[in-house]
């Protein structure tokens, strides 16, 4: 596990949009798992802006995003369809058929779930997945207490995560009590991992997640077990490390003596 604290909050999205477009740049067809929420929009107004500038081709990318919510339609302006639209998709040249969504609508779930998994398998498996990290240390919406082995289902989400994101709607009552979301397992079979936090709030949580114990009530804690995670974090999400100055140390080092070595 690499962990980078960077300055600032833009300066975490610029890295892991660097990252993602040197994937891109080695392998054109790339598989990129993506996340919604708020710390990858500034990785994906960094990727829309390497794209109209500086011609980053998305044009063979396949994208499977992590969940979404059950019960929302893809026009719904809540739905996470909607909100990578918006962020990232009708920016960018990606074909429509190569974007996966979590159906939220699904009348047969499980059917639905096992097609997903067998999906992502087909086209090759993730080459990198972009995390955020819920305040209760889930990932995607696997919350505290799932089999850090599950797939893609159906989960109940907490009161936690019903609060945090009553922000988007109208009201508390609004926000989805379900979601459609791949497991900790799934997740863990990307070939690399970037795991973002940005802000002082997600502090603790990153600190639990990648130097505490790994367990399922922290489902990021898993990520310990995968062998290319790289965690990118602002200085306020990293504040609470314990190890923050050989984090520190190991960028500088690698800077100074490996300069050809990219994360
Ligand atoms: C979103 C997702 C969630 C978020 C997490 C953090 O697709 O899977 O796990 O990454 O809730 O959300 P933000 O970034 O809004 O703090």
């Not at 300055?7 to 891109?24: C, F, M, Y």
């Not at 992590?66 to 074909?95: A, C, K, T, V, W």
């Not at 898993?222 to 062998?227: E, I, K, V």
Request: glycine fraction near 10%; proline fraction near 4%; aromatic fraction near 6%.
């Amino acid at each position: 596990m690499e962990v980078i604290i960077q300055d600032s909050g833009d300066d975490v999205g610029r890295l892991a949009a660097r990252i993602i477009a040197r994937q891109l740049l080695k392998k054109p067809n790339s598989v990129l798992g993506l996340a919604t929420g708020s710390t990858p929009i500034g990785t994906y107004r960094e990727l829309v802006r390497l794209h109209s500038k500086e011609g980053l081709d998305f044009s063979q990318v396949t994208t499977f995003n992590l969940d979404e919510y059950l019960g929302l339609p893809p026009s719904h302006p809540q739905s996470y369809r909607h909100f990578m639209d918006e962020h990232l998709f009708s920016h960018i040249n990606i074909p429509k058929g190569n974007i996966h969504v979590p159906y939220g609508h699904a009348e047969a779930i499980e059917q639905f779930c096992a097609w997903y998994e067998a999906e992502i398998v087909r086209c090759g498996g993730i080459d990198i997945q972009i995390l955020g990290v819920g305040a209760d240390g889930h990932i995607a919406f696997n919350e505290p207490g799932s089999s850090l082995g599950s797939r893609t289902r159906l989960k109940t989400l907490t009161e936690q995560t019903i609060n945090d994101n009553a922000r988007f709607f109208d009201s508390k009552d609004q926000v989805p009590r379900f979601a459609v979301t791949m497991g900790v397992g799934t997740i863990l079979e990307a070939h690399r991992v970037l795991l973002l936090a940005i802000g002082g709030g997600k502090a603790e949580v990153v600190t639990k997640a990648i130097e505490g114990p790994i367990t399922a009530s922290v489902t990021a804690s898993a990520l310990q077990l995968h062998r290319d995670v790289v965690v990118i974090v602002d200085s306020e999400a990293g504040s609470k490390l314990a190890r923050a100055d050989y984090y520190h140390w190991v960028s500088e080092q690698k800077k100074r003596h490996l300069p050809g070595v990219e994360v």
